[in-house]
């Protein structure tokens, strides 16, 4: 059994049961993560009928049922527990995957994939109130993060003081290798301005 899932005997009961009604020869189970590593995770269980597994998939052969695991997504399914909880409506299948939106980003990760992990979970959903986003445009050889911002950051009043306070604090603080941080975005066009 992987060390990375964990799929309880009432949940492999359930899943048997539930491929036995497909009538369908060798069918099997697909677990996958879409946009794994970021807030917007989402942990997938799915019918994979024979054919239809991904030649890089783990395949788990359990007691009851064949498990088809993600290769990108096998990281972020680290701890992930899949269960069955019975009660009187039936019951209800769970998938508890702690680590599915965790960066599997660490201080040997390159520079590029910090600041850009960084800008992804912790700058750009605050900004998306305001229909804004940051991009990592380049890391320049001195170190310095060059930031576009675009949606409705472009032209904003308010920008130069997001970008100096928030948005360089928190990288700054998180990447201490960073030697500053740029803007390329020309503030000029307010086409699209949140703050007038």
């Given at each position: 059994m992987s060390e990375t899932i964990q799929i309880t005997d009432s949940a492999q009961d359930y899943l048997a049961e539930l491929l036995?009604?497909?009538?369908?020869e060798g069918i099997a189970v697909r677990i996958f993560i879409t946009q794994p590593g970021t807030p917007y995770a989402e942990t997938c269980l799915a019918y994979c009928r024979p054919g239809e597994e991904e030649p890089s998939d783990e395949r788990l052969a359990l007691e009851k049922i064949v498990v088809f695991l993600d290769k990108n997504s096998l990281p972020f399914l680290e701890e992930a527990v899949v269960d069955f909880n019975a009660d009187r409506m039936g019951g209800q299948l769970t998938i508890k995957a702690p680590n599915a939106k965790m960066p599997k980003v660490n201080a040997d990760s390159p520079l590029e994939d910090r600041v850009?992990?960084?800008?992804?979970?912790?700058i750009n959903p605050?900004?998306?109130?305001?229909?804004?986003?940051?991009?990592?445009v380049e890391l320049t050889e001195d170190q310095v993060a060059v930031l576009a911002f675009g949606g409705g950051c472009q032209g904003c009043a308010a920008v130069d003081l997001t970008l100096k306070e928030g948005v360089e604090k928190t990288l700054m603080e998180r990447i201490p290798e960073l030697a500053g941080i740029r803007d390329v975005t020309d503030h000029t066009d307010t086409t699209n301005a949140y703050y007038r």
């Open positions: 036995e009604k497909q009538n369908v850009n992990y960084i800008l992804y979970s912790e605050g900004l998306a109130a305001h229909g804004g986003e940051i991009k990592l």
